[in-house]
């Protein structure tokens, strides 16, 4: 990995260079009380410190609604226009933190686990990101109890962690990231001090030990406390919608006359109609079944089927939830009532 600096003005100028050159640019942008992602039209509208953004930018690489081939009927005849990848751009994301940079690795692995995604794929090729530590944390963050941390690498192909009033530790993780530093290395510095980026970013408690949330997990399926847990639960979905790690979908046509597209949507195993069958029968009619499920999947059978977490501790789900049910309360509850048997 190598180490740069970078000044917050040459910074500005990096950035509005790659800009320049005809990528799309993301970045954090306030729009009314709302911080969110953004394809941004001046540098000038990045939002430098921001706590947490209100959306993950997960729907960089999985949009929520795509259409993935349309077709034409004529006599008899179809034509198919098959997913195209030449049509997708080259984009930057700049102003990420580590807990969104991370949700791309479960990502990958959902969409690549059986046959692999060539939508997700192809635009996961075309995506560079360039993440910014985080120097500040509130009661929501977890990220350190799923293996993250304010400061951690995975995911980012370019990290800056903010050191000092005017300056960046840049870290150069991938070859994309590295690319991309060769190719505008005029902006960038040699690390003349021996800097500790530890001491610059947020300090974020662990909570729970996640080892022992799998664990105990496993011989949780049938126990009466999913019910009590999700008494507040309105299936709302908020949670699954803002979660960098989220990747239920539903597949629907489009259909007018002689032609039409297939189209995949976000979904949610939280809504009522998520499992509900042609024949009626819904095999999770009840909500605490859906809480289970949502729990289940991240902590249980996403690790042992594709041995990663279905979790980066951002607390968006938390801070959406309209009824303030908080998913690290309850890990905490699992471990502590588990442990106490």
């Known amino acids: 990995m190598d180490k740069k600096q970078i000044t917050k ?13 005809g990528k799309q640019l993301y970045a954090p942008v306030v729009k009314k009380d709302k911080t969110d992602f953004k394809r941004i039209d001046s540098i000038d509208d990045i939002v430098w410190e921001h706590l947490q953004t209100t959306q993950s930018v997960k729907n960089i690489v999985f ?22 990848p030449d049509r997708l751009p080259e984009t930057v994301v700049f102003g990420l933190h580590p807990c969104d940079a991370a949700g791309f690795r479960p990502l990958s692995r959902i969409f690549n686990w059986d046959t692999p995604d060539k939508p997700y794929n192809e635009r996961w090729k075309r995506t560079l990101l360039i993440a910014v530590s985080c120097t500040r944390c509130d009661e929501y963050c ?19 962690t903010p050191v000092g009033d005017d300056g960046y530790l840049v870290e150069i993780i991938t070859e994309k990231g590295k690319e991309l530093y060769e190719k505008y290395n005029r902006f960038f510095e040699s690390v003349t001090d021996n800097i500790n980026k530890e001491e610059y970013i947020a300090q974020v408690p662990v909570r729970f030990n996640i080892e022992e949330i799998i664990r105990n997990l496993s011989g949780m399926f049938e126990s009466d406390s999913w019910k009590t847990r999700s008494d507040r639960c309105l299936g709302c979905g908020a949670c699954a919608f803002v979660c ?72 968006r789900c938390s801070r959406a939830c309209p009824v303030d049910m908080n998913i690290a309360a309850h890990l905490e509850i699992i471990t502590e009532t588990e442990n106490e048997r």
């Open 9 to 21: 003005e040459r910074l500005k100028d990096w950035l509005l260079e790659i800009k320049n050159e």
């Open 63 to 84: 949009p929520r609604t795509e259409k993935l081939f349309s077709y034409r009927k004529d006599r008899g005849n179809v034509e198919l226009e098959d997913y195209n």
């Open 244 to 315: 960098p790690a989220c990747a239920c979908f539903d597949i629907q046509e489009d259909v007018g006359g002689n032609s039409g597209c297939r189209i995949r949507c976000w979904d949610s195993c939280g809504f009522s109609l998520f499992t509900l069958h042609t024949s009626g029968h819904n095999p999770r009619s009840m909500q605490s079944q859906r809480w289970r499920q949502r729990l289940m999947h991240k902590f249980s059978y996403m690790p042992e089927r594709l041995s990663v977490v279905g979790c980066t501790g951002c607390g």
């Open 142 to 160: 977890f990220c350190t109890s799923v293996n993250g941390g304010p400061g951690n690498t995975e995911g980012s192909d370019v990290l800056l």
